[in-house]
Every structure is written in C-alpha cells, then in structure tokens.
C-alpha cells in the first residue's frame, strides 16, 4: 500500500458516513438545539408570561446569548475531542476499522477531518440557525432593534475590541493563549487514543494532577531563590523586547500542538483488537 492515497481515503470516509449516520445525526441536531435553546426559552418565557416590559423592549442585547454560546463551544470542543476515535470503543468496533483496506494514515485523517473540520461546521451551523431564530421572534416586536449574533460573536467578539485587546502589540500573546486553548482541547484527543473508555475523566484527572504538582513546583522554586536572584532575573525579563517573548512562546507553543498530534497518531498506530488498557 501507498502511503496516502486520496480514493482509499474517501471510501474511509464513506464507510465512517455511512455506519455511524445515526452518530453523527444525533449528536450535530442535539449541538444545534442546546445552541438555540437560551434564545428559544427566554422569548417563549417573556411572550407565555405577558411581559409588558418586554413588549415595549426596542434595545436588544445579545451578549447573554454570545457568552452561552463560547462556553458550550468549549465544552462542544472538548467532549467531540475525547469522542474522536468513537470507533474504537467496543471490540467490534476495533475489528471493523483496523481491517479496512486504509493505512493508518489514512483512517487518522478522516478522524482529523471529523474533528477540526466537522465539528466547527456543526458549531457555525448552530449558531447561524439560532441567530435566525433570535430575528424572528426579534420581529414579532414592535419597533424592536435586531443585533447578529454571529456578529458579535465571530466579527465584534463581544465589543473587545474597542477595549485595545486586539492592538497588534497584543496579537502575540492573544495567539500564544489560542494555541495553549488548542493544545488543552487536542489533549483530549490524546488521551482518547491511549483509552477508549472513560477517557475524559482520565483527561481531567491528569489535568488535576498537573495543575498542582506544578504550583507546588513553583512555590519550591520561588521559595528555594534568594530574593538578590528573583529581582535580576526580573530585570532581565523586563530588558527583553515582549516581541521575542512572544515569538519564543508562540513557537514552544506550536511544538506542543504539533507534538501532541503526533503522539496522537503514534498511538492510533499502535491501537489493536484487546490489550489491558483497552479490553
């Protein structure tokens, strides 16, 4: 076999599609319902309780709605990231991937192309149909202002702007912080290729873990540091042009993402039908 080949790789695709249909169905309509829920609720609550405020309401302000919809994006994000290898869950499931005419290569990247590509598609999707949604019942009132919220969302991020957060100064740091969020939500994908059951707790346990063994190293370091050393070493940092603070994290942090996907494939290689940690 080929290393890549673009045909096996659709009829990976193809079979994926067609097995887990229902899968995949079911969980982009129950995505798209949470999305709209909070807008469907808070219209039909005001409109079923006669609110007589709400009738005459001309301003409309959809930052409750934007800061739903980041927080369930998150949780969206990570959940899909520890289902990425779904297929692998039951010992059937195992039989019938790892024997399809693929290599590995190819099987991974479907998973890749369901992960980074689908489910920011669902998520689009949502909250396109919610912000329909949200200028309907916007329309019902009368004199009523209409506000995106796919605007606010994707374009004004939530009026940040004019908060000078977005100088390109600050570009640096606002992409060193992207990353890390990707390397936080790629970790579950990670760990999904080591267990296939119960990865997520197993993803927030070392989280837990990790988080404070290293404020306890650093408590030990700065602790262990005479206080002559921490105000040079302060000093020094300040002297630093921030430019190459942040190119020098931006790229640790590029070598962390790219390290995690490979480690990622590297255990998706290895996956077979039982062993120990996946029976």
């Not at 229902?22 to 829920?37: E, G, N, P, Q, W």
């Not at 921490?230 to 994290?249: E, F, H, Q, T, Y």
Request: hydrophobic share 50%; with cysteine.
């Amino acid at each position: 076999m080929k290393a890549f080949d673009f045909n096996r790789f659709m009829n990976v695709a193809r079979w994926d599609l067609t097995v887990n249909s229902k899968f995949y169905t079911r969980s982009a309509l129950l995505m798209v319902a949470l999305i709209c829920m909070p807008v469907v609720l808070y219209y039909l609550y005001n409109m079923l309780t006669d609110n007589s405020f709400f009738a005459t309401e001309t301003a409309d302000d959809v930052f409750f709605f934007c800061l739903f919809d980041i927080f369930l994006g998150g949780a969206y994000f990570v959940i899909t990231s520890g289902y990425m290898f779904h297929n692998l869950i039951t010992k059937q499931g195992r039989i019938n991937e790892l024997t399809l005419p693929a290599t590995n290569l190819e099987r991974f990247l479907w998973h890749v192309v369901v992960i980074v590509i689908g489910v920011n598609v669902v998520y689009t999707a949502g909250i396109l149909f919610s912000d329909l949604l949200h200028a309907l019942f916007r329309l019902a009132l009368p004199n009523a202002e209409i506000n995106s919220i796919s605007y606010k969302l994707f374009v004004d991020f939530g009026e940040l702007r004019g908060t000078g957060i977005f100088r390109y100064e600050n570009f640096g740091m606002l992409l060193f912080l992207g990353i890390l969020g990707a390397c936080y939500i790629r970790t579950y994908c990670l760990v999904n290729a080591w267990k296939y059951k119960y990865n997520i707790p197993w993803t927030l346990l070392f989280y837990f873990v990790f988080q404070n063994a290293f404020a306890l190293l650093v408590l030990f370091v700065v602790h262990c540091m005479s206080p002559e050393l921490m105000i040079r070493l302060g000093d020094w940092a300040a002297n630093v042009n921030p430019n190459v603070w942040a190119v020098c994290l931006n790229v640790l942090a590029a070598a962390l993402y790219a390290g995690i996907w490979y480690l990622t494939y590297r255990l998706y290689c290895r996956a077979q039908i039982t062993t120990r940690r996946n029976p």
